[in-house]
Each structure stands twice: as C-alpha cells, then as structure tokens.
C-alpha cells in the first residue's frame, strides 16, 4: 500500500494551497480518507476527513477555509487550503481507514506547508 502526498510548499498568509494524496494498493473507493498535520513540537491532530459515501468532517480551526475530496476515478483524495495562517504551518499527511476499522491504517510521507506571515 503507497499513500504519496503532494502539493506542499511555501505561502504567504491568506495564500491557497490544494493537497494531494494518490493511493494505490488498496481498493481506495473502500476506504475513509483523513488529512491530518503535525506543527514542531505539536501532536498530530486531525484537520478533515472524508468517508465512503463522500460524508466529511473538519477540525474548528479549519472550518469553511479548508475543502476534503476525493476522486475515486483516480485513486485520490484532495485537500484545498484557502486563507491559509502561519498556524496552519505543519507536515500534513493523508491516510487511509479500512472499513470498520476504529483507526487509520495506512499513512503516506507527509507533505510540508509553511505559512509565512
């Protein structure tokens, strides 16, 4: 299973930026999709997820700035960023939950996005 995330870079504050997470190994219009971020020196937190049936669900501090997608055509899952904060400064991973599974189980590389203010 390779999750391989792409998109990441440098932007200034109020910058866009759009993600992408292609899958393959998996039978991908199976699984759930999440976007998740780890800042230095922050636990990981969960910024959206994406189920099955295209069902989502955003953190608050990223609500009506931030979209999930997912394209299941082409094994990908997409996160566009708009309005984006210097404390949206983080390695932002996608991962994949099995079905029924209580946890996400598989995790790509991680892509960098830097927020200059």
């Known amino acids: 299973v390779q999750l391989q995330a792409f998109g990441g870079g440098l932007v200034q504050t109020g910058g866009s930026l759009r993600l992408s997470c292609e899958v393959s190994g998996l039978t991908f219009r199976s699984h759930a999709m999440g976007w998740f971020r780890q800042a230095p020196g922050k636990e990981r937190e969960t910024v959206a997820r994406?189920?099955?049936?295209?069902?989502?669900f955003y953190a608050d501090s990223v609500k009506g700035r931030f979209t999930i997608s997912r394209d299941n055509a082409k094994n990908t899952c997409y996160l566009q960023m708009n309005n984006l904060q210097p404390e949206d400064t983080a390695v932002y991973y996608c991962?994949?939950?099995?079905?029924?599974?209580?946890?996400?189980?598989?995790w790509g590389q991680g892509t960098l996005v830097t927020v200059s203010s």
């Open positions: 991962s994949a939950r099995r079905p029924f599974a209580a946890d996400y189980n598989y």
């Open positions: 994406i189920t099955r049936s295209g069902g989502t």
